[in-house]
């Protein structure tokens, strides 16, 4: 089968490699019918996550058809059409149990990536992300060996398209979660710091949830004026205003908003020399967004983080945290709690996460996809891969159709 493989920095290749073959009695081999390339996979093509191999297969947000199962797999059914969330999850461990799929202490073989780790046993494996998580191959191919089939793969009704489900699998119930842990609803005032995938999709389920006055910091015009049109949001460019979380302090009565969302991570831009500390490996992560997040934010507030973060960070400001009473929440999406109900919104059209699909691509395609996204060139937003071909058609997605343009504030988001 055809595969997009790691090869080194900045060099992803699409090549031939062997298919997929059912090792476990709960895997299913799925044939992927829409995959998308995700920030989180950004992080691996930028050299910037260890233990990745030369080969080794990425991609961690797909769907697709149930080509075979395992002996134990009652879920799903040869032939049925399944979302697959990026966290692979047992269903049956402590923290299944409790919904937290994402710490599930069963499926990662791997160390993880915490530093001060002990004894603890390691959190959730994910898809095609380094052997930190289990060496899972990913899903960026013809066809992917999904572990775990009775507690992840969801199956999808046929009314709705690839494009309307797809992101199902990671950046919509990362986004939803994102608002849920800022805890934040009508009349009440929110900060997402990145105007990326996971950002939008944060802005869009802020505003299905009433979220009065949503700030939103970026420097990329294209992406703070598709969300000022589809979300109503208030564009800072944080090149043209130095400190946007003093904007958004001036701009609410000089308390700052009831919860940030750190939707960026940390590869923020805007400190020039924790970019060179993080370069040197003396630095974990940039701390540049996560400082602006806690400025921004009233006190007793909540800063709510889905952007990724990796090791330690020097200029935390801990103290001012403290000083203001605030709550962090953080984490990989525990995406198998949310899917069924984000799937009930789709289809009830209060949601439509396929508007922000900029470029549909062939699975061969996908090293000028990884590119642009990289670059931010051609105003990409998010690139969808048909590993089928050109012939499949993932349904109506673009943005800039006349049916999207004409939409007013009220419509769905
Ligand atoms: P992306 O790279 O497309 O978007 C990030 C955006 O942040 C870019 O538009 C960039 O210009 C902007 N940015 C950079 N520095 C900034 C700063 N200082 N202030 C404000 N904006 C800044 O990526 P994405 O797909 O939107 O993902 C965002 C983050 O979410 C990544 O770290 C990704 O790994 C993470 N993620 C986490 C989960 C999870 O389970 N928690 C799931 C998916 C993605
Ligand atoms: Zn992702
Ligand atoms: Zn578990």
Redesign the pocket.
């Known amino acids: 089968m055809r595969a997009l493989t790691y090869h080194g920095t900045q060099d992803v290749r699409v090549d031939t490699v062997a298919d997929p073959k059912i090792q476990d009695a709960q895997d299913i081999i799925l044939r992927v019918t829409a995959t998308a390339i995700?920030?989180?996979d950004?992080?691996l093509y930028r050299g910037k996550m260890p233990a990745l191999d030369e080969g080794d297969i990425l991609g961690h947000e797909f769907m697709g058809i149930v080509e075979d199962v395992g002996s134990q797999v009652t879920a799903v059914r040869k032939g049925d059409r399944v979302v697959v969330p990026f966290v692979i999850a047992c269903g049956d461990c402590f923290f299944c149990g409790r919904k937290l799929f994402s710490a599930c202490e069963t499926t990662n073989t791997g160390p993880g990536a915490i530093m001060n780790k002990k004894d603890a046993r390691s959190g959730a494996a994910l898809f095609g992300y380094t052997k930190l998580y289990g060496g899972i191959p990913g899903g960026q191919a013809d066809y992917v060996r999904v572990p775990q089939a009775n507690t992840g793969p969801m199956k999808v009704p046929d009314a709705l398209t690839d494009a309307q489900v797809l992101f199902l699998s990671?950046?919509l119930p990362?986004g939803y979660q994102a608002v849920i842990n800022a805890d934040v609803g009508p009349g009440q005032t929110l900060a997402i710091?990145?105007?990326?995938?996971?950002?939008l999709m944060a802005a869009a389920c802020a505003r299905m949830l009433g979220v009065e006055r949503i700030f939103m910091?970026?420097?990329?015009d294209y992406?703070l004026a598709f969300a000022k049109e589809h979300y109503g949001i208030e564009p800072i460019h944080?090149d043209r205003v130095e400190d946007p979380a003093g904007f958004i302090i001036e701009n609410t009565a000089h308390r700052g908003v009831d919860a940030s969302i750190d939707?960026?991570?940390f590869e923020?831009?805007?400190s020039t020399i924790e970019t060179v500390l993080t370069t040197l490996k003396l630095e974990g992560s940039s701390g540049?967004?996560l400082r602006?997040c806690i400025a921004a934010t009233r006190r007793g507030g909540v800063v709510s983080v889905?952007?990724?973060y990796a090791g330690f960070i020097h200029g935390f400001l801990f103290g001012d945290a403290f000083e203001k009473g605030l709550t962090f929440k953080m984490?990989?999406?525990h995406v198998q709690r949310l899917m069924p109900e984000l799937l009930e919104m789709i289809g009830e059209g209060q949601l439509r996460p396929e508007i922000i699909i900029s470029h549909q691509m062939t699975l061969e395609e996908a090293v000028r996809g990884y590119k642009i996204f990289d670059q931010k060139e051609d105003d990409c937003r998010k690139v969808v891969l048909t590993p089928g071909g050109p012939s499949t058609v993932v349904g109506e997605f673009a943005a800039d159709t006349e049916r999207t343009r004409s939409m007013d504030a009220t419509a769905p988001v």
């Open positions: 995700c920030g989180s950004l992080h990671d950046i990362t710091f990145g105007a990326g995938p996971v950002g910091i970026d420097h990329h992406r944080f939707a960026v991570g923020a831009k805007g540049q967004a602006q889905p952007g990724v984490g990989q999406t």
